[in-house]
């Protein structure tokens, strides 16, 4: 797994030179703990947590704009970084929002809750992603609800054929976090 697989896009910048309001905005209005920075051009400059406003905050100093806050250029990564690599980084670099860029741009953010609920799935996630992959071999529609409990996934509804079965099956069974497979309807 990569980090375009897990990647939030699209990713929500600021510019350096913004008011902080706007920074905390979108920390706000997106529930994040950090938003990447970008120059005029769109190039990645820096990233803004919520760390670094409650530290400036506390301090008693009043920024007025990102760059008085921001952290330095971030731990980035590109879309291909294998995901266990990039966890690796983030834990060793204690970073929780990594940019994800192509050619120094942004085109995506990977947190550290995208990496737990990736690499540690619950039923809840599990059951979410496995139904997104049935529903999208079904061309967006929900023919087949699958349920998720200790790992063990039902797929319910109806088969027009064993191959259709195969493949739901198939396509659950590689989700992360799925053991076992059952499938209650048959084809016909």
């Known amino acids: ?87 690796a980084v983030m834990v060793q670099r ?19 809750c995208d990496v737990l609920r990736t690499l540690l799935p619950t039923d809840d996630t599990a059951e979410r992603e496995a139904q997104h992959r049935l529903d999208t071999y079904a061309d967006g529609r929900r023919r087949w609800p699958v349920h998720l409990h200790d790992g063990v996934a039902t797929i319910d509804g109806r088969f027009d054929d064993d191959t259709e079965i195969a493949v739901a099956e198939a396509l659950v069974r590689t989700t992360a976090g799925v053991d076992a497979v059952r499938v209650t309807a048959r084809a016909g």
């Open 94 to 112: 204690d970073a929780h929002t990594v940019p994800v860029v192509t050619e120094e741009r942004v085109v995506g953010v990977v947190s550290h």
């Open 1 to 87: 797994m990569h980090a375009k697989d897990i990647m939030s896009t699209p990713a929500h910048t600021v510019r350096a030179d913004a008011p902080i309001g706007d920074a905390v905005a979108l920390l706000e209005r997106y529930a994040i703990t950090g938003v990447p920075v970008v120059d005029d051009a769109g190039t990645l400059v820096g990233l803004i947590s919520e760390r670094d406003v409650l530290r400036q905050a506390a301090s008693g100093r009043a920024p007025q704009r990102v760059r008085d806050v921001m952290a330095g250029l971030p731990v980035s990564a590109w879309p291909e970084a294998d995901l266990a690599d990039l966890a």
